[in-house]
């Protein structure tokens, strides 16, 4: 069965995606479901990719525990993402929904990357 009791992951995750589509649910009734399903996704994407990459390259993988990775990846989201668009904002670029994407999209390839190379590096000499 795909929901053993011993699989803790997976109920972790059923219960965050069946949250996510409960959430776009509820919000389907006041915003209209497009609005609501970029509602979700984006908060999922402001608040939770740049600090989930960030707790990556400091950390590694296998470093901390998943739910102190999920509140640190939330605490450096917010923090990180609202410095970086201040002072993006103050070097002259507009504040508006595309330029925050690819500001934030840009960070979270940079950190990937190092993440990446960390990894890649790590596993070519032979150590874990």
């Given at each position: 069965?795909?929901?053993?009791?011993?699989?803790?992951?997976?109920?972790?995750?059923?219960?965050?995606?069946?949250?996510?589509?409960?959430?776009?649910?509820?919000?389907?009734?006041?915003?209209?479901?497009?609005?609501?399903?970029?509602?979700?996704?984006?908060?999922?994407?402001?608040?939770?990719?740049?600090?989930?990459?960030?707790?990556?390259?400091?950390f590694?993988?296998?470093?901390?525990?998943?739910?102190?990775?999920?509140?640190?990846?939330?605490?450096?989201?917010?923090?990180?993402?609202?410095?970086?668009v201040?002072?993006f904002?103050?070097?002259?670029?507009?504040?508006?929904?595309?330029?925050?994407?690819?500001?934030?999209?840009?960070?979270?390839?940079?950190?990937?990357?190092?993440?990446?190379?960390?990894?890649?590096?790590?596993?070519k000499?032979?150590?874990?």
């Amino acid at each position: 069965m795909f929901l053993r009791p011993g699989n803790k992951t997976v109920k972790i995750i059923f219960g965050l995606v069946l949250s996510l589509f409960l959430m776009v649910f509820v919000f389907s009734f006041h915003f209209g479901f497009v609005k609501a399903i970029r509602l979700v996704v984006g908060s999922f994407y402001i608040l939770c990719c740049p600090g989930l990459a960030l707790t990556y390259v400091a950390f590694g993988s296998k470093g901390i525990d998943w739910l102190e990775r999920v509140a640190l990846s939330l605490a450096l989201s917010i923090s990180v993402v609202s410095l970086m668009v201040f002072y993006f904002s103050k070097m002259g670029i507009p504040i508006n929904s595309l330029n925050v994407f690819l500001e934030i999209t840009g960070l979270i390839v940079i950190a990937l990357l190092f993440f990446w190379r960390r990894y890649y590096y790590s596993h070519k000499e032979g150590r874990r």
